[in-house]
């Protein structure tokens, strides 16, 4: 059965501090992954990831991609009280258009 | 650019009656949307998978006479829970795929729609 699994499920840290949000995956004919952040409504859309080793940055946001070893790492730097909300990642098949989604890391960042 | 939208943005009705949700790409075609739902704490999950001009294809366990869903154009699908029960409520959020470029495509989501019903 395909699986995203992302952790930790839930942290908190101070605002300055600096989080890795991880996420594995375990899905057949892998395509790409997404990274989502979720506040009260919708998620909105981070990152997509489809090589290995290549860095995708986006201000204090930034993801990488490990297809030999199946995760993936947001980091977040310098973290404003902003930045809290559930990181979603996401898994797209091949040959299909589905996304299988994980459970979330729900990050609260404290002033 | 890559706007969703989805309408109304909450409901609360009564049970045994149906409630319609709108999901539409403002600046885009969409000839894929998603719908999926996600109870309180829980992740996203897909519900079916809607394409233009042809039938939606229903995730295993949901049941397409209940949920009915119309793709009418490039530019909006709709959701219709039927004879809606407490345990439907949830919040449903649609999202259409489109791409960004460099031949990447990717799914952006409405804001969603909060149903309760009593």
């Known amino acids: 059965e395909d699986k995203v699994v992302q952790s930790p499920l839930s942290l908190v840290v101070h605002e300055g501090d600096t989080v890795t949000l991880n996420c594995s995956y375990e899905?057949?004919?892998?395509?790409?992954l997404l990274w989502y952040k979720q506040e009260k409504k919708a998620p909105t859309f981070l990152f997509m990831l489809?090589?290995?080793?290549i860095e995708k940055k986006s201000g204090r946001l930034s993801s990488i991609l490990d297809k030999k070893e199946l995760f993936s790492i947001l980091n977040i730097t310098a973290t404003q009280t902003g930045d809290s909300a559930v990181y979603l990642c996401?898994?797209?098949?091949?040959?299909?258009?589905?996304?299988?989604f994980g459970k979330g890391t729900k990050l609260t960042v404290n002033p | 650019g890559a706007v969703v939208s989805q309408h109304p943005s909450w409901v609360i009705c009564k049970s045994g009656t149906s409630v319609k949700i709108e999901c539409r790409s403002l600046?885009?075609?969409?000839?894929?949307m998603f719908w999926y739902r996600q109870f309180p704490k829980q992740s996203l999950m897909l519900m079916a998978t809607?394409?233009?001009?042809?039938?939606?294809?229903?995730e295993q366990g949901v049941e397409k006479d209940k949920f009915l869903i119309n793709h009418a154009s490039l530019t909006l699908s709709t959701l219709t829970v039927t004879s809606a029960h407490p345990e439907d409520s949830s919040f449903y959020i649609c999202?259409?795929?489109?791409?960004?470029?460099?031949?990447?495509?990717?799914?952006?989501f409405g804001p969603g729609t909060r149903l309760l019903v009593l």
């Open positions: 489809t090589s290995s080793g």
């Open positions: 899905v057949t004919n892998f395509r790409s």
């Open positions: 996401a898994v797209g098949q091949g040959g299909s258009e589905k996304l299988v």
């Open positions: 600046d885009f075609q969409a000839t894929t």
């Open positions: 999202s259409a795929k489109s791409y960004r470029g460099l031949g990447e495509e990717t799914q952006y």
């Open positions: 809607s394409n233009e001009g042809s039938k939606a294809t229903y």
